[in-house]
């Protein structure tokens, strides 16, 4: 087989759409595509509410039915494994699945009168951190489900490394906001002090330094998934609740300010005008002759007909059908996940195994680069032991991970000495070298606010996370 990033073909021409649309018509007259579209990841502590939140949002917004709800939160109690009943509704929900998907996470699309949204499922349990970095990275938002259970606030929370884990990862992702879904309010008698309480010490633990976020990234909403008051709706029925002005939990979702979301003549010619980009998350065939794949649009804008570019095989496909939610469009937008299909055989060695999810896909004039090394400012957490040069780690570039090391200290902030290792809370700029055969797409942070990004786990923890400088 060729190894993948090693061809050297000569691009071709792009290519035009199949259809000359007014892209500004399309889009505002589209029944898919006038609602804007938004992705949020739930994380949170076992046992918060995960799944019955899930079940009662699908459930209150007529996605699923009561029986079918009712059946996945008893047979995951039965179980013990209370977060499983959420990818298990996800399952229930989601056509993806049938598929055999190549990734492990789940996600479920369901619309709301104004909005689209995709929901996905970052596993809960430790083993699964390369799958829930898969899902953040699809994500606009992060819920953290919290429960506000005298007392089992506390112990689930503070002893919970997983928690802690995981919102330190949707902050080095690049998650812009992150909404703490105050969950189980019906057992605290909806108290304003508790609420007040919760947010305080969440606030602190979310703005301090180890997970960085800023206080304006935050929001709270109290909600009772087990009851579904303020979910999806909130009719003031509850007397002890009546101190809460804000909105509920979906018209947050609804109004939460993302990226642009106006289909206005000025958000198209600045879509137009960026490079286009998808990361890889899904790779299917769908028929002898022709295959399929799936991923978020993290910039720009893309139309049928057009040729793409894979990085890093250097693979040159024009798209026969794209598809959103099951549904085909002409074009795609950022903040979209696209299906794509192409034909297997402008696909070197015929065969969807030349794929792996993170590879990334562009326009055929402006190709992403894949390299081998990279300079890269890191951002290290707290760490058990030094990081030294030359130590293996695995590097997670978005949706794709691969083996790798620091093969350079460039410089360390604060210090003037050279030295041949890194420890906790520093910060220093590396040169970071991939080891694997296969070369990793990659762009400067500067270029991809997404895809310039990077994070470091060893031995099962993240130890740092950092922004590409130079590729
Ligand atoms: P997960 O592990 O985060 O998915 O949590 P589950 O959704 O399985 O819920 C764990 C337990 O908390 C279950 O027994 C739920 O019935 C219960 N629970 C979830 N939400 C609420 C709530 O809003 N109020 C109350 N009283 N119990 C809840």
Not at 6 to 34: A, G, Q, R, W, Y
Not at 168 to 182: F, Q, T, Y
Not at 417 to 438: F, G, M, P, T, Y
Request: charged letters at 25%; one cysteine or more; proline letters at 3%.
């Amino acid at each position: 087989t060729a190894a993948a990033g090693t061809k050297d073909k000569h691009p071709p021409k792009p290519t035009k759409p199949f259809k000359k649309i007014d892209l500004v018509s399309e889009l505002s007259s589209n029944k898919k595509l006038t609602k804007p579209h938004k992705s949020f990841v739930v994380i949170g502590h076992i046992d918060a509410g995960k799944s019955t939140l899930m079940g009662r949002l699908l459930f209150d917004l007529g996605v699923v039915d009561a029986k079918t709800v009712n059946k996945l939160v008893r047979e995951a109690e039965k179980s013990g494994k209370g977060s499983f009943a959420l990818a298990w509704i996800m399952d229930q929900t989601s056509e993806e699945r049938s598929r055999g998907v190549t990734v492990d996470i789940c996600a479920t699309s369901f619309d709301t009168t104004t909005t689209r949204f995709t929901a996905i499922d970052a596993p809960g349990h430790k083993d699964f951190v390369p799958q829930m970095i898969s899902g953040v990275s699809q994500a606009d938002l992060a819920l953290l489900v919290i429960d506000s259970i005298n007392g089992e606030f506390e112990a689930g929370f503070f002893m919970d490394g997983q928690t802690k884990e995981h919102t330190l990862l949707a902050r080095s992702l690049g998650i812009e906001k992150i909404c703490v879904v105050v969950n189980k309010m019906d057992k605290e008698n909806w108290s304003q002090d508790r609420f007040e309480e919760i947010k305080t010490q969440l606030l602190d633990f979310l703005t301090g330094s180890e997970v960085g976020f800023s206080s304006e990234q935050v929001d709270f909403v109290p909600i009772s998934g087990l009851t579904g008051v303020n979910v999806v709706k909130n009719d003031h029925a509850v007397k002890a609740f009546d101190w809460y002005q804000g909105p509920t939990l979906v018209n947050y979702l609804e109004s939460v300010g993302l990226t642009s979301v106006a289909i206005d003549k000025d958000t198209i010619s600045k879509l137009s005008e960026e490079d286009f980009n998808l990361a890889i998350n899904d790779i299917f065939e769908v028929s002898s002759s022709e295959f399929g794949v799936t991923g978020k649009v993290s910039r720009g804008l893309i139309q049928t007909g057009e040729t793409v570019m894979v990085s890093p095989t250097k693979d040159y496909l024009q798209i026969q059908k794209m598809l959103i939610d099951n549904e085909p469009v002409d074009v795609a937008i950022s903040g979209e996940i696209a299906t794509m299909h192409f034909k297997l055989n402008q696909l070197a060695n015929k065969s969807i195994d030349e794929l792996v999810v993170g590879d990334l896909i562009s326009k055929v004039d402006s190709p992403i680069s894949s390299v081998k090394k990279f300079t890269c400012d890191v951002d290290l957490f707290n760490m058990s032991k030094p990081l030294l040069v030359g130590t293996p780690f695995v590097l997670f570039r978005n949706n794709r991970q691969v083996p790798a090391r620091i093969s350079e200290i460039i410089e360390i902030k604060g210090s003037k000495k050279k030295k041949k290792h890194l420890v906790s809370k520093q910060q220093a700029l590396v040169v970071i070298e991939v080891n694997d055969d296969r070369l990793l797409p990659i762009t400067k942070y500067s270029d991809n606010k997404v895809l310039g990004r990077i994070v470091i786990r060893r031995e099962g923890s993240t130890i740092g996370a950092g922004l590409v400088t130079e590729i």
